[in-house]
């Protein structure tokens, strides 16, 4: 082999191992931005808000926290799963928004490393969260169906959560995406991350398999998950399903670019798990 050639494909294996490196260092500070307490706003009753404080914890062990907010007249339950950055106390406006909107009980919690959460995130741990923040769920209330709600990466969340727990009842996928690698083609073009990536958040792998009601929510001018990756799931996901496009919206805004066409289409799903439970006059418990 010529010198020239030999040199070269030194130069793509060391520049591969460099970039290679590079991603696994740095992956989980691009992912994930947590913000621990006391950052953020923790004063729900500023929003009108009474929320029950609950602390639960993982299969590892790890304390966990999240908000529970009861409604007199719940059809069902909102397991929210939220995205990737903050904590639960940056979603107080749409917390309020949502139990005044929409007749469920709401639990939201915190991932590993956020909030008032104990540990450091990761894909394998955010996805455990989830799964202990619904078994709590499910043993407060037991006769009410629960609809997992997941955001931006929660998305992703809530669709393994699904996969996981045969109870889920309906899913909501907000600002939703495929996977981690189309999301690192889409973020760097033309250097071959996806590659390299130790994270797969693989929705477009799982979907296929629920056959819980969905509904998908998106905004039209979403540049941090193009509408365009929201309806490849879509497309990929079985039915029931439904697709509601918010077109004035970008990924953090739905809820109040369009409270009506968006709390809508929540309470319908909500109501149509509520009736395939046979919920008819539930009794929601005011001490969990």
């Known amino acids: ?15 591969a191992a460099i970039l290679f490196l ?5 992956e989980k500070q691009i992912v994930f931005y947590p913000s621990r307490y006391p950052e953020g706003h923790w004063q729900p009753e500023t929003f009108g ?29 909102i397991l929210m799963c939220h995205g990737n950055a903050g904590n639960v106390s940056d979603r107080l406006e749409l917390l309020q928004m949502l ?3 929409v007749p469920a009980n709401i639990f939201i919690f915190d991932y590993r ?6 540990g450091n995130p990761s894909e394998d741990g955010v996805y455990e969260d989830a799964t202990a923040a619904f078994d709590w769920l499910r043993n407060a209330v037991t006769h009410l169906p629960i609809v997992v709600h997941g955001h931006s990466l929660g998305s992703a969340v809530a669709v393994e959560l699904a996969t996981r727990r045969p109870a889920v009842a309906g899913l909501i996928l907000e600002s939703s995406f495929t996977s981690a690698r189309d999301m690192a083609q889409l973020m760097f073009w033309k250097l071959p991350v996806h590659w390299f990536t130790s994270m797969r958040w693989s929705s477009d792998e799982k979907i296929a398999d629920l056959h819980m ?3 998908f929510l998106h905004g039209g001018q979403d540049v941090t998950v193009p509408m365009h990756l929201g309806k490849k799931l879509f497309e990929s996901a079985p ?3 439904e697709f509601v496009a918010i077109t004035q919206a970008d990924h953090n805004n739905l809820y109040v670019a369009d409270s009506e066409t968006y709390f809508g289409a929540i309470s319908r799903l909500l109501e149509r798990c509520a009736q395939e439970s ?6 929601t418990p005011q001490h969990p």
């Open 99 to 101: 139990h005044e909107s």
């Open 213 to 215: 009601p969905k509904l």
């Open 22 to 26: 590079l991603v696994r260092w740095f």
């Open 113 to 118: 490393g956020f909030g008032r959460s104990d």
């Open 49 to 77: 808000l009474r929320t029950q404080d609950i602390y639960f914890s993982s299969d590892q062990k790890l304390r966990l926290h999240g908000w529970y907010v009861l409604h007199p007249q719940a059809r069902g339950q």
């Open 239 to 241: 039915e029931p399903k």
């Open 1 to 15: 082999m010529k010198m020239p050639v030999l040199n070269g494909l030194l130069y793509v294996f060391a520049s």
């Open 278 to 283: 046979n919920i008819k006059n539930p009794i």
